[in-house]
């Protein structure tokens, strides 16, 4: 069982940055894979990243060379840096973990978080 806590949201202008945080507590963390996904209004839940175990990373098209997601297995912390915001990058964003084939679909994962709002200003 993992329980996850994000962090890091808020309002940004276009062209500027924020990190967003994911707390786990629970057992295991470092054999989970872990994602974050987001939601925006009216909107299925998209992929956005993915780490491995070993730190192998996937990335949504649209947000590779952008975002960078990494993870800390010490400090149990899986982390999402947003650099050169878009008014299209606005949602709320959720981490989550579990075992995925594929690391982008949702209903590969098992934990969720509450989500963190992300909002760029156009």
């Known amino acids: 069982q993992v329980q996850l806590v994000e962090s890091g949201g808020g309002l940004v202008q276009a062209g500027g940055s924020l990190r967003l945080s994911c707390a786990a507590s629970?057992?295991?963390?470092?054999?989970?894979?872990l994602g974050w996904f987001r939601q925006a209004p009216g909107k299925e839940r998209e992929f956005v990243a993915a780490?491995?175990?070993?730190?192998?990373?996937w990335y949504l098209d649209s947000v590779k060379g952008r975002f960078t997601i990494s993870r800390d297995n010490a400090k149990n912390m899986v982390y999402l840096e947003m650099n050169s915001l878009k008014h299209e990058d606005t949602a709320v964003y959720y981490c989550?973990?579990?075992?995925?084939?594929?690391?982008?679909?949702?209903?590969?994962?098992?934990?969720w978080g509450q989500g963190t709002q992300v909002t760029v200003s156009s």
């Open positions: 989550a973990a579990g075992t995925p084939l594929t690391h982008q679909a949702p209903n590969e994962y098992a934990y």
């Open positions: 629970g057992s295991s963390f470092d054999r989970y894979a």
């Open positions: 780490i491995n175990w070993s730190s192998h990373t």
